[in-house]
């Protein structure tokens, strides 16, 4: 992309006179050749260094709208997906429904574009390019303060993603939780759709629901909300448990024992 022109010198000219002063000749030989050596080293540092910053330096690409979607490199899409549309003016106003037919049952979601807009943008568009479509849900929490299913990685291990990241739009509406004395942590209420992410503005794929109220730092862009059928799903995930392990035989955050597939993920027809 970025390639540097190289450039083959030829060196400058020396008018020679005749050969009464040898001495002279040999100077003027040695002055040509160390500046033709000079020349052409310079060729190489100029050309070689842009072929390399090409090759390993050209910065991952972000689109220019205002959500501001930027490839990850480092971590590849799990399944292929271009970058989401980004337009002047992103959509921020209604709701789009979806339909999530489980493996458990529905999962009806309703996901509000006043809340987060680019969050709802990129969403859809992962469920346009059937990202999510047989997904498997890799994390259930039954903690006292945390109660969600955990779902997004197509590779079911909670390292997967789109290739792409982008900025937070975090909740400012949220009740304080009633269980946390200091006020820091948020009501996460039960039936809330909310991003999963890994640290600021690295939201990708991943997204939990909220089975039942639950007590975060608000560092999680709510996105919308579980319909009624979609609830009852999610207690009977939750109700089946998380998987035991050697180290833990009654762990409280790991694998639903109830395997929760996501058969689809599309917009909803019903009107």
């Given at each position: 992309m970025w390639l540097a022109d190289g450039f083959s010198p030829a060196g400058p000219r020396f008018r020679i006179r005749p050969l009464r002063n040898l001495t002279i000749f040999w100077r003027v030989c040695r002055m040509n050749r160390t500046l033709m050596t000079a020349l052409a080293a310079a060729a190489l540092v100029v050309s070689g260094g842009g072929t390399t910053a090409s090759a390993s330096d050209a910065p991952p690409r972000t689109t220019h709208g205002?959500?501001?979607?930027?490839?990850?490199?480092?971590?590849?899409?799990?399944?292929?997906?271009?970058l989401?549309?980004?337009?002047r003016h992103t959509p921020g106003h209604g709701t789009v429904d979806m339909a999530v037919p489980t493996s458990q049952g529905?999962?009806?979601?309703?996901?509000?574009r006043a809340k987060a807009p680019c969050t709802v943008?990129?969403?859809a568009h992962l469920a346009r390019h059937r990202f999510y479509d047989r997904t498997v849900c890799h994390r259930l929490t039954a903690y006292p303060t945390l109660k969600v299913l955990q779902c997004g990685d197509p590779t079911g291990t909670g390292e997967g993603g789109p290739g792409y990241k982008f900025k937070d739009e975090l909740p400012v509406d949220l009740p304080p939780a009633p269980s946390d004395p200091t006020g820091v942590r948020r009501l996460y209420g039960r039936g809330l759709l909310a991003m999963a992410?890994?640290?600021p503005n690295t939201n990708g794929s991943q997204f939990f629901v909220?089975?039942?109220d639950s007590a975060?730092?608000?560092n999680y862009t709510v996105f919308g909300t579980v319909g009624t059928a979609g609830l009852k799903t999610l207690d009977k995930i939750a109700a089946g448990g998380i998987e035991p392990t050697t180290q833990d035989p009654a762990p409280v955050d790991g694998t639903p024992v109830l395997r929760t597939e996501l058969l689809s993920v599309r917009p909803s027809c019903r009107p």
């Amino acid at each position: 992309m970025w390639l540097a022109d190289g450039f083959s010198p030829a060196g400058p000219r020396f008018r020679i006179r005749p050969l009464r002063n040898l001495t002279i000749f040999w100077r003027v030989c040695r002055m040509n050749r160390t500046l033709m050596t000079a020349l052409a080293a310079a060729a190489l540092v100029v050309s070689g260094g842009g072929t390399t910053a090409s090759a390993s330096d050209a910065p991952p690409r972000t689109t220019h709208g205002p959500c501001q979607y930027t490839q990850t490199p480092d971590e590849p899409a799990a399944r292929p997906v271009p970058l989401p549309p980004d337009p002047r003016h992103t959509p921020g106003h209604g709701t789009v429904d979806m339909a999530v037919p489980t493996s458990q049952g529905p999962l009806p979601l309703r996901l509000d574009r006043a809340k987060a807009p680019c969050t709802v943008q990129s969403f859809a568009h992962l469920a346009r390019h059937r990202f999510y479509d047989r997904t498997v849900c890799h994390r259930l929490t039954a903690y006292p303060t945390l109660k969600v299913l955990q779902c997004g990685d197509p590779t079911g291990t909670g390292e997967g993603g789109p290739g792409y990241k982008f900025k937070d739009e975090l909740p400012v509406d949220l009740p304080p939780a009633p269980s946390d004395p200091t006020g820091v942590r948020r009501l996460y209420g039960r039936g809330l759709l909310a991003m999963a992410n890994a640290g600021p503005n690295t939201n990708g794929s991943q997204f939990f629901v909220v089975y039942g109220d639950s007590a975060l730092r608000p560092n999680y862009t709510v996105f919308g909300t579980v319909g009624t059928a979609g609830l009852k799903t999610l207690d009977k995930i939750a109700a089946g448990g998380i998987e035991p392990t050697t180290q833990d035989p009654a762990p409280v955050d790991g694998t639903p024992v109830l395997r929760t597939e996501l058969l689809s993920v599309r917009p909803s027809c019903r009107p």
